[in-house]
């Protein structure tokens, strides 16, 4: 079993920029890709990008496409999120999530994902 742990949120003003961290430990090899998402309060848990674990193919919400950008560093076991531009829409807990299959990266599915991490919040302020 994977353990992911997110962190690099905060609160940061319309237009500055974030960038997430997902570490992950343990069983990291049976894992093919890495997607991350966002809740907003009274919201569900929404898309927002996905990497295959070789970095090879990467995945984007709409709503983020030329804003954010994922990256990995598998020395690290480590996957990014690079967060420009940001807007008070973006504001909500960020999850990163590990899935066995590199389908999940595409299917943009939160139920395709089988482990979670725990979440950072980010508050973006108008």
């Known amino acids: 079993q994977v353990q992911l742990v997110e962190s690099g949120g905060g609160l940061v003003q319309t237009g500055g920029s974030l960038r997430l961290t997902c570490a992950a430990s343990?069983?990291?090899?049976?894992?093919?890709?890495v997607g991350w998402f966002r809740q907003a309060p009274g919201k569900e848990r929404d898309f927002v990008a996905a990497?295959?674990?070789?970095?090879?193919?990467?995945v984007y919400a709409d709503s983020v496409k030329g804003r954010f950008s994922v990256s990995r560093d598998n020395t690290k076991a480590t996957v990014y999120l690079q967060m420009n531009s940001l807007k008070p829409e973006d504001t909500a807990v960020y999850y990163c999530?590990?899935?066995?299959?590199?389908?999940?990266?595409?299917?943009?599915?939160?139920?395709?994902?089988?482990?979670w991490g725990q979440g950072t919040q980010v508050t973006v302020s108008s």
């Open positions: 999530a590990a899935a066995s299959s590199r389908l999940a990266v595409y299917a943009k599915s939160a139920r395709l994902y089988d482990v």
């Open positions: 990497i295959t674990w070789s970095g090879s193919d990467t």
């Open positions: 343990g069983s990291t090899f049976s894992y093919d890709g």
